[in-house]
């Protein structure tokens, strides 16, 4: 019997401070090696996919739900930047922007209205009914809403074409100088959660029935739909030409610049004020995510520890057994994909603000949402510690293969003849270990700790 004994201890403390103490050396012999500002902007995006990790580990560790839509959660957060930071752009309002919000409320009334055709109306008549009905305000949505959309596309499409935001602050500033308005880009980032929990609600009420493995197909087919419309859809995101200058919540490196203190203090810092002020703005940037990522770390370490975690994870170990029990495994299921979907939007929130630009085009939901799922299988699913030292882990890695891959294939082509075949083709290839290098790493986890680097107790 010891044979088949399970191990629940889980990792210990000693283990989860070294991984931890191994991600910061890192970090740190980054700075030391390459320069501090590389170090830097490895920690503020492992710090966001930490946030991504944790939200998947949510849906995935706690409540084995397969989610492989999680790009759209991300770029539905980066949305929530654009519509929160961006002022209103008054020329586009005036020229269809009551048509594009009226076609919209016509496009969702009739939705609505079939939905209660459907279900109330008489039996026999009510399949022609929801027909017709979905028919004729179809016609009516795309007479309303077209002419609204390319109003608002035609003025100024170079530059604006689009709608804007909500952000009507203006002058007003703070003590040291950044204007309020681009503080009230911090409340993007809460408005992206509640805006991918609102997709999510959605998507939950429809998918949510489905097997796992039609799940993940369902999610990965709603993401793209998403990401199509961002791209496409220049009225509300300018489409492929991006929203630009969003505002930021740290002071920007040229104001930094021209700052006698600064200069006084960068001078006593021993560095020149162009690298001193970089660093300054990504250290900003750095507590600030911080800051995000320890608070859902608290509150997903009392959700799993809680009456609440024990269920859900009951329910994920055998769903049969919670309904005999009386638990509603559909509405707990939409519950813990709604929480995991919103912190998928803030992460993707926080992205944008610090890209400083919406690009729709490089939201690319296979890529991408494989990486973030290799960060929660590396660094141990079921456990929140664990999701957020795989975000660190692998991106610290995803970063460092280039590098790394162009020095390897530089030491092996060393010798060889300037003409070489071999030599050239070795060169063109080494941008594309990332994703081998990715697998090869997941491949090595699952044969020697398959529950990852720090596996759930």
């Known amino acids: 019997m010891s044979g088949n004994r399970v191990d629940t201890a889980g990792a210990s403390p000693a283990r989860t401070a070294a991984m931890f103490a191994l991600v910061l050396v890192l970090i740190v012999g980054t700075g030391l ?34 989610n492989v839509g999680v790009m759209g959660f991300v770029a539905l ?12 752009v008054g020329e586009t309002w005036a020229a269809g922007g009551a048509r594009v919000l009226g076609g919209l409320s016509v496009g969702a009334a009739v939705i609505v209205g079939a939905v209660m055709v459907w279900n109330r109306g008489p039996k026999r008549w009510r399949g022609w009914m929801t027909f017709g009905l ?29 709608l804007g935001g909500l952000n009507f602050g203006g002058s007003p500033r703070t003590e040291d100088g950044l204007p309020l308005a681009d503080l009230f880009v911090l409340l993007a980032w809460p408005a992206g959660g509640l805006l ?26 709603i993401a793209e739909i998403v990401i199509a419309v961002l791209k496409n859809e220049d009225w509300l995101t300018r489409g492929v030409k991006n929203v630009t200058g969003l505002p930021r919540p740290v002071p920007y490196e040229v104001t930094l610049q021209q700052d006698p203190g600064f200069i006084e203090r960068a001078a006593g810092w021993g560095t020149d004020v162009t690298t001193a002020s970089t660093i300054t703005v990504k250290l900003g940037y750095s507590l600030l995510f911080a800051s995000v990522l320890i608070v859902l770390l608290i509150l997903a370490q009392l959700a799993l520890n809680s009456p609440w975690g024990r269920m859900m ?3 994920r170990d055998n769903e049969t057994s919670a309904r005999a029990m009386g638990k509603d495994v559909k509405a707990r299921h939409l519950q813990v994909f709604i929480l995991g979907s919103a912190i998928c939007g803030i ?10 630009q919406l690009t729709p085009s ?17 660094g141990g699913s079921g456990n929140n510690l664990g999701a957020v ?9 995803w970063v460092q293969v280039d590098p790394m891959a162009q020095w390897l294939v530089g030491a092996v082509t060393s010798g060889m003849a300037e003409d070489s075949a071999l030599a050239a083709h070795l060169t063109n290839s080494a941008q594309h270990l990332k994703l081998l290098t990715m697998g090869v790493i997941l491949l090595v986890v699952l044969r020697f700790s398959p529950r990852g680097l720090l596996p759930e107790r």
């Open 313 to 315: 994870r009951a329910i």
């Open 347 to 356: 992460a993707g929130a926080m992205m944008t603000t610090l890209d400083g």
């Open 196 to 221: 991918a929990a609102g997709a999510a609600w959605i998507i939950g009420k429809t998918a949510l029935g489905l097997r796992s493995d039609y799940l993940a197909i369902a999610t990965l087919g």
């Open 134 to 162: 979905l028919v004729v305000g179809f016609v009516v949505f795309r007479a309303v809403y077209d002419a609204g959309v390319e109003a608002i596309e035609s003025i100024n499409p170079a530059s604006t074409g689009y």
């Open 33 to 66: 090696v390459q320069s501090w500002n590389s170090a830097l902007i490895i920690l503020n995006m492992g710090l966001i996919s930490a946030v991504m990790a944790l939200g998947v580990n949510l849906q995935w560790g706690i409540a084995g739900l397969f």
């Open 362 to 378: 490089s939201y690319q939901p296979l890529r991408f949402t494989f990486l973030v799922w290799v960060m929660v299988i590396v």
């Open 77 to 88: 957060g980066g949305l929530a930047v654009v519509l929160m930071g961006m002022p209103p």
């Open 389 to 397: 030292l795989g975000g660190f882990v692998i991106w610290f890695l």
